[in-house]
């Protein structure tokens, strides 16, 4: 006899995950049981493999669905009726709190971080591409609608994405001396505007400035 296997509706896929993240962020990634996560919602260890076979498989769930709420908010900032600079602020800022959630992700674990990317590098490339997308489509626009003056809209998104990304990176490779998470996502913020203040100065048409 079939014994039709349970479906992973959305509704517990965001209960598994919702709970994940709480731990990771809470204890480190490396600190969390499979079993720890499965008593948090109430599910029994067996139907938690079940949906995600290891805990490799919950933290790309978790990553997956940070990424998919960052690239529809910039589908939606697309769509918006604002001057292409603007728009790429609020890229910006977006990429800021996308970055935000991934540090309070892997801070417990900072120093094996880098070499955990390796398991995701598929999501992460795809992200990268689709960045790199959106950010070429607002400097095509904005110099079709004479907002930007620039010799070429795909090389300047990569070289803009290429340092906004970085700057991130340099994050888990310097030493912190004991500051907050906080603290530390501040001064990338920080960063990232005075850069990205830099580059839109250089780009602008000089009627828009």
Excluded: C
């Amino acid at each position: 006899m079939n014994t039709k296997k349970p479906e992973l509706t959305a509704e517990k896929e965001k209960l598994i995950l919702d709970a994940a993240q709480r731990r990771f962020i809470s204890y480190g990634y490396s600190k969390v049981t499979m079993d720890e996560i499965a008593e948090d919602i109430g599910m029994g260890k067996a139907s938690l493999y079940y949906y995600f076979p290891t805990k490799d498989d919950i933290l790309r769930g978790v990553i997956q669905r940070e990424q998919e709420e960052y690239v529809q908010g910039m589908n939606e900032m697309l769509k918006t009726r604002v001057p292409y600079l603007e728009k790429i602020r609020f890229y910006v800022r977006l990429r800021i709190k996308f970055s935000g959630e991934i540090l309070s992700l892997s801070w417990h674990n900072r120093q094996i971080w880098p070499s955990m990317k390796p398991i995701f590098r598929d999501l992460f490339q795809s992200l990268s591409a689709k960045e790199q997308s959106v950010l070429a489509k607002l400097l095509r626009d904005g110099k079709k609608n004479k907002e930007f003056s620039l010799a070429s809209p795909e090389r300047t998104a990569r070289m803009i994405l290429n340092v906004i990304q970085g700057l991130r990176i340099r994050m888990f490779y310097i030493e912190h001396n004991g500051a907050s998470m906080e603290s530390i996502h501040g001064d990338l913020a920080n960063d990232t505007q005075m850069f990205i203040d830099i580059i839109l100065n250089g780009i602008q048409t000089r009627s828009e400035r």
